[in-house]
């Protein structure tokens, strides 16, 4: 059972550059979240979707972008990346919007911005 | 708003012995409370959660963790400690009351250090 499934693991990019991250899980979960992790600050919400087709923002959405074609993938975007972004970033996702489920994450994508 | 905190960046206990990793929260309604840990270049996992009921309540790996509502915290604990159990953990909550019931709030992880 692969679970969440986020690729690249590591990657660098220059200042402007952009990218997508790849995030897709085999849970039949209909809600998927994307966090980034900074040192000593826990996890921010980046953006969050309940289902294919329908996104929202969470705490820190500048400088993103995410879509949510399939139940299965939600890619996050950076179109010009800036050296705050550096960070790392974690898909996760849940099966229902019942505040007592858990999260399921993936093992995150190492991004440094140079 | 919701909030967490989790008040000792690093936790060092000796193999063997009892650990606790401290967690007090902040909601309006009642509180949902999760407790993940993350091994090094690995996601979180989640460990066990307090819904309602029993203010006792046991996970995975032999932990558990003590809900008390008059002191707003849910601390962390196991019996007896693993040099496995060396990782960072992180205490969650998400409010009942309110927008933004999708998002949980993390705390900013408390590095446990089992000493062999």
Same mark, same amino acid.
């Given at each position: 059972n692969a679970g969440v499934t986020q690729t690249p693991k590591?990657?660098?990019?220059?200042? $402007?550059?952009?990218?997508?991250?790849?995030? !897709?899980? =085999?849970?039949?979960?209909n809600y998927m979240y994307w966090y980034r992790q900074d040192p000593g600050m826990g996890l921010k919400l980046i953006y969050y979707s309940v289902g294919a087709g329908i996104t929202?923002?969470?705490?820190?959405?500048? $400088?993103?972008?995410?879509?949510?074609?399939? !139940?299965? =993938?939600?890619?996050?975007?950076?179109?010009?990346?800036?050296p705050s972004q550096t960070s790392v970033y974690f898909c996760a996702s849940s099966y229902t919007n019942r505040g007592d489920q858990p999260q399921h994450f993936g093992d995150g994508t190492r991004l440094s911005i140079l | 708003a919701q909030s967490v905190a989790q008040p000792e960046d690093q936790v060092n206990v000796a193999e063997g012995?009892?650990?606790?990793?401290?967690?007090?929260?902040?909601?309006?309604?009642?509180?949902?409370?999760?407790?993940?840990?993350?091994?090094?270049?690995r996601g979180l996992q989640f460990l066990l959660k307090y819904i309602t009921g029993d203010n006792l309540v046991k996970g995975s790996y032999g932990f558990e963790a003590e809900f008390n509502k008059s002191q707003t915290s849910f601390h962390l604990k196991k019996p007896?400690?693993?040099?496995?159990?060396?990782?960072?953990?992180?205490?969650?909550?998400?409010?009942t009351l309110g927008a933004g019931s999708y998002q949980l709030t993390f705390g900013k992880g408390t590095k446990l250090s089992v000493i062999p």
């Open positions: 590591f990657r660098i990019l220059k200042i $402007g550059q952009s990218m997508t991250l790849q995030c !897709t899980q =085999d849970m039949n979960h929202d923002k969470g705490e820190v959405p500048n $400088g993103y972008n995410v879509s949510r074609s399939t !139940t299965e =993938d939600f890619p996050l975007r950076l179109e010009l990346a800036a | 012995n009892p650990l606790t990793v401290k967690c007090t929260y902040s909601v309006s309604g009642n509180p949902y409370l999760f407790w993940y840990v993350q091994y090094p270049n007896s400690a693993l040099v496995s159990d060396s990782a960072l953990y992180f205490c969650a909550v998400r409010d």
